[in-house]
C-alpha cells in the first residue's frame, strides 16, 4: 500500500495517477479481478479502497469519466519489474553472434570456429558467418564462398539459412540460426543445403 493518511509518495507513481493524485471528481470503478462497480464520486472510490486496504490507480485516464482499479499497487509495481526483466533477459539470448572465417584460415581452425558456431545456435543466437577477404583474395571471391559453404557443412547442429550468402564489403555474410524442426542431430540435411 503506497498511501499514508491523506498523502501519497509521488516517488511510487510511474505515469499512473493513484489515490489522491486522481483529478476527476468522478470515476469508473472496477476491482482487481475486473468486476465493474460503476460511476461514483472520486471521494467514495478512495474509502472504499482503503477500507480493502488497496490503492485507487487510474488505469483510463483518456476516457470520461476515467477508469481507475482498486488494486494493490506495490503488487502491481513488482510483478510489472518482474516481467520487464524477463523481457529484457529474452532479448539479451538472441543477440546475434558473429563468427569471421578467413580466406586462408586452416582446417584446425574451422572445426574451432565451428563448435564455438554449434554453441551459439545451440543456445537460440543468431549467428552471423563471415568469410573475410583480403587484398588480392578479393578477386577470388567465387572460392571464398565456397569456402564459407564448406564451413557451413562442418557445423553439427541443425541449422536454417535467413536468405543465401551475400557479398558485403569484406567478402561474404551469411545469417544462420538454430532450426527447432529438425533437432535431432542430424547434419546430414545441413551438409546438403549449403552445398546448393
Not at 477508469?67 to 503488487?75: E, H, L, Q, R, S
Not at 539479451?92 to 551459439?120: L, N, P, S, W, Y
Not at 557479398?167 to 543445403?193: A, E, H, L, Y
Request: charged share 30%; proline share 5%.
Amino acid at each position: 500500500m503506497v498511501h499514508c493518511g491523506p498523502f501519497t509518495f509521488p516517488a511510487l507513481q510511474n505515469k499512473l495517477r493513484i489515490n489522491n493524485f486522481i483529478r476527476a471528481p468522478e470515476v469508473q470503478v472496477i476491482t482487481d479481478e475486473g468486476k465493474q462497480l460503476g460511476v461514483m464520486k472520486i471521494t467514495d472510490a478512495l474509502r472504499m479502497s482503503r477500507e480493502m486496504d488497496l490503492d485507487l490507480v487510474e488505469v483510463g485516464p483518456n476516457v470520461q469519466p476515467p477508469i481507475v482499479k482498486i488494486m494493490d499497487y506495490g503488487k502491481y509495481q513488482y510483478l510489472k519489474s518482474r516481467q520487464e526483466k524477463k523481457t529484457k533477459a529474452k532479448t539479451k539470448d538472441q543477440e546475434t553472434k558473429t563468427v569471421r572465417v578467413g580466406f586462408k584460415t586452416g582446417a584446425h581452425d574451422i572445426e574451432t570456429k565451428a563448435r564455438k558456431t554449434d554453441e551459439f545456435l545451440q543456445e537460440g543466437h543468431p549467428v552471423k558467418v563471415e568469410l573475410t577477404l583480403r587484398g588480392r583474395e578479393k578477386a577470388l571471391a567465387h572460392m571464398g564462398l565456397e569456402k564459407l559453404k564448406g564451413f557451413l557443412t562442418v557445423l553439427s547442429q541443425p541449422y536454417i539459412t535467413q536468405g543465401e550468402p551475400k557479398r558485403s564489403p569484406f567478402g561474404w555474410v551469411v545469417m544462420i540460426q538454430f532450426d527447432k524442426k529438425r533437432n535431432n542431430g542430424s547434419t546430414q540435411q545441413n551438409k546438403s543445403s549449403a552445398t546448393q
